[in-house]
């Protein structure tokens, strides 16, 4: 098998696989590794995390996308028990024409449920369901140490809590119990907004983030004076009448790699100006179908290609409310000052709904996600900007998307790390979580 990475495809440590398709092979792969000199391994499903959270230290995965089998299904109830190495994808497919949906979904629907469960996702609707975590009932677990085993809110909570947002690490998730949630439509009702700077934004957000199940704002993080913060504000609730159908249409590929990254200051200028004027009027209300509104990105496959083979990173934070328009404003302003930017600037705002995973990303206020082309030396000297921007403002950072953050930011950050420490599986170990508790 050709070796794995990250979807951010930095930093560059080639996984080498060591597949499985049973549950009952995972105990032969953990001989394997061992046999193979490494120290530790680590559970890998489609590798959609941006940073190194999905690298093991010995840089020998367990992959788990084989084990992608459906267990149960009861479309009355709309529990399902599905296989670690299901996608999103595949369980829209199965679940949707009996008119059932997601009860949480991130931006893309290439990830499994096995790492939904370990990155304990979020998406749209944050402000109204909370995260992936409190949807699941039940997860069946491998330990190095103990076997397998069961835990849930009712059976072994305490691992159950470590497992849910555990980065991989207390064991190898064989099979997710989840819950979905109804729908009678594969079509969401869309309304898009067009706003002109970031107190704007603010105000859209508390007069109609109520009014929508799902919430999300486009903005040009290019943009300065008094246009800064500019963008697009998207609010969108499932249809109550149509056709239960899954997508069709064939997703187009980044047809090359190419050796350099095509987003620069010139094509990001470009495009943000583009995008934001592309629609004229204020107000716009469509239909549209579930794909396009959830999974954009996924119209174009390999689309980290076009960063070049050096990659890039995510800039992924979380800030309170009561500091939140200030810190977003200064982190835009240290972006459109560095010149680098992010053609895919994401705000939204994030509720104060409890996760039961120890390490949970979103808490309430607001969170941006930007995109930026590795650069070693601007980007080291920006990213110290921006966190002492985040720590101030009493923020955080998304492990999933992470590349750079420093064991003092992280374990400030997320006090219960320890705890999870404590629970983690001996044998399993990532080049993330070596960097932010050593």
């Not at 559970?43 to 089998?69: E, F, K, N, T």
């Not at 898009?192 to 704007?200: M, V």
Request: include cysteine.
């Amino acid at each position: 098998m050709p070796t794995l990475g990250s979807w951010g495809r930095y930093p560059r440590h080639p996984q080498t696989p060591h597949p499985v398709g049973w549950p009952f092979e995972v105990d032969n792969a953990f001989s394997r590794i061992k046999g193979a000199g490494a120290a530790s391994t680590l559970g890998y499903g489609c590798g959609r995390s941006y940073g190194d959270s999905c690298l093991a230290q010995s840089d020998h995965v367990i992959a788990l996308a084989g084990m992608d089998r459906v267990i149960a299904a009861d479309w009355q109830t709309g529990v399902v028990t599905v296989q670690a190495g299901v996608t999103l994808d595949a369980l829209i497919r199965l679940a949707l024409p009996n008119g059932w949906f997601l009860p949480v979904t991130p931006g893309t629907k290439f990830v499994t449920l096995g790492g939904a469960v370990a990155n304990d996702v979020h998406g749209k609707n944050h402000h109204v369901m909370g995260t992936f975590g409190r949807h699941v009932r039940r997860i069946v677990l491998h330990r190095s140490d103990t076997g397998v085993g069961d835990c849930s809110p009712e059976v072994n909570e305490e691992l159950f809590n470590a497992t849910v947002g555990g980065l991989g690490l207390t064991g190898i998730i064989l099979a997710v119990e989840l819950q979905l949630r109804a729908v009678r439509s594969s079509d969401i009702e869309q309304t898009c907004i067009k706003f002109g700077d970031l107190d704007e934004f603010f105000a859209l957000s508390a007069q109609h983030d109520s009014k929508y199940e799902y919430t999300v704002s486009w903005v040009d993080c290019l943009a300065g004076g008094k246009g800064a913060g500019r963008g697009h504000y998207i609010g969108g609730n499932h249809a109550t009448d149509g056709k239960l159908e899954v997508a069709r249409g064939k997703a187009k590929r980044m047809p090359v790699d190419p050796p350099f990254s095509l987003v620069n200051t010139l094509t990001l200028k470009a495009f943000n100006t583009l995008y934001y004027q592309r629609q004229v009027r204020k107000v716009v209300e469509t239909r549209v179908n579930y794909d396009p509104f959830f999974y954009p990105l996924d119209k174009l496959l390999l689309w980290n290609r076009m960063y070049g083979k050096a990659g890039f990173q995510q800039y992924q934070c979380v800030i309170p409310p009561e500091s939140g328009r200030d810190a977003v404003a200064a982190i835009l302003r240290e972006t459109s000052l560095n010149g680098a930017g992010s053609f895919l600037a994401v705000l939204k705002q994030c509720a104060d709904i409890k996760s039961p995973g120890l390490l949970s990303f979103p808490k309430a206020g607001v969170s941006l996600a930007l995109d930026f082309a590795q650069r070693d030396a601007l980007n080291t000297r920006l990213f110290a900007r921006l966190d002492a921007l985040v720590h101030e403002a009493g923020g955080r950072l998304y492990p999933a998307k992470d590349a750079h953050m420093s064991a003092h930011h992280f374990q400030s950050a997320y006090p219960a790390w320890a705890r999870l420490e404590s629970l983690r599986d001996p044998l399993l170990m990532s080049r993330f979580w070596r960097r932010v508790t050593s």
